[in-house]
């Protein structure tokens, strides 16, 4: 079965440090792999996604994320946080590229940003 | 990417009444949408999958006669929560997936039930 474990349910920085946001996967099939983030009452928005190509991706916002097989790791890292980056992120996994396949959701962890 | 569209975005009924959330896939013909429920300061929790022209596939623990589904067409599907109650007070999401070369999931806003 697959799943995702974001190993921090919150993380504070202070503005202008990096973010270091962690997440690992089990998975039998090779997953394929999504940062979002959700501010307070709002939706979820796409920050990047993994699917076997290139291991170390870019996002927007200056996020990206390298995937490594051998640690069955997925962390989010930015060099800056900005006051804008405060918000909740979840790491999540899908087993299968179909549209019929659901994504599965880690717990998420909480970012906030001190000034 | 495909625009999702969910609608109302927050709603207040009274215990014991019925409410319809819709979800519309506006650019993306979409065979299956997923219903997720997140309560406070929680993750997203898959409710169900609701599958075009039949019966939606739920998630073990979720009443299919409380969460109706129905997915007539390409573009829409509903949730109605029925004989709601204070603990369905949640946030409701749909959302649909790419797919071949777009694999992400696109969600609606959400919406906020408030049962009383």
């Known amino acids: 079965a697959q799943s995702v474990t974001q190993l921090d349910s919150h993380v504070s920085v202070s503005e202008g440090t990096p973010v270091l946001l962690r997440c690992n996967y089990s998975?039998?099939?090779?997953?394929?792999l999504f940062w979002y983030v959700q501010h307070p009452n709002k939706g979820l928005q796409l920050l990047l996604k993994?699917?076997?190509?290139?291991?170390l991706v870019k996002g927007i916002n200056g996020f990206e994320a390298e995937f490594k097989k051998s640690e069955t790791s997925f962390h989010l890292t930015k060099p800056s946080a900005h006051m804008s980056d405060a918000a909740e992120y979840f790491c999540?996994?899908?087993?299968?590229?179909?549209?019929?396949?659901?994504?599965?959701f880690g717990k998420g962890t909480r970012l906030s940003v001190i000034a | 990417g495909a625009v999702v569209s969910q609608h109302p975005s927050w709603v207040i009924c009274k215990s014991g009444t019925s409410v319809k959330i819709e979800c519309r896939s506006l650019?993306?013909?979409?065979?299956?949408m997923f219903w997720y429920r997140q309560f406070p300061k929680q993750s997203l929790m898959l409710m169900a999958t609701?599958?075009?022209?039949?019966?939606?596939?739920?998630e073990q623990g979720v009443e299919k006669d409380k969460f109706l589904i129905n997915h007539a067409s390409l573009t829409l599907s509903t949730l109605t929560v029925t004989s709601a109650h204070p603990e369905d007070s949640s946030f409701y999401i749909c959302?649909?997936?790419?797919?071949?070369?777009?694999?992400?999931?696109?969600f609606g806003q959400g919406t906020r039930l408030t049962v009383v």
């Open positions: 959302s649909v997936r790419g797919d071949v070369a777009v694999f992400e999931a696109f």
């Open positions: 998975s039998s099939y090779s997953p394929s």
């Open positions: 993994y699917t076997s190509a290139a291991t």
């Open positions: 999540v996994v899908s087993w299968r590229n179909s549209g019929n396949t659901p994504l599965v």
């Open positions: 650019d993306f013909q979409a065979t299956t």
């Open positions: 609701s599958n075009e022209g039949s019966k939606a596939t739920y």
